[in-house]
């Protein structure tokens, strides 16, 4: 099976010139949603360099399931953990009830692990982090 993404990664460096090479290691690393990825990548860089937009656009152009939690906006572990869980569930139809205020790192795993059974192929979590602060 081949697949070529060289006409997605055109539309995307027409959009965001002199970004090729950054376009195309996502490509190398994510690649189309059939294809296997490791299990983290962690994107660092200089503040304001345009990581997150990058990336996002690379994961739009790619129509790949994504879930994207902003680190800096959860403070606390029980926020965070919420917001993933909800996030995925909102991938996935969103019908039931919002998880809220669960900080129990075992609650966090089956809440996880049900949001989850509803999706199927590869699901991207990104977490970006402003450790500047």
Known sequence: MTIDMAPTIEDLTTTYPCRDAQFSTLSSVLGH???PSPP???LTGFP???KRTITR???ESMDTQFVWVDCNE???SALLFDRIVNKLRELGGGDGARLKGSGDVNNFVVEVHRALEGLTGKVILVFPFNDKE
């Open 33 to 35: 949603s059939s294809f």
């Open 57 to 59: 656009a690379f994961l």
């Open 48 to 50: 304001a360099s345009g």
């Open 40 to 42: 983290a990548i962690c």
């Open 74 to 76: 959860t403070i606390t």
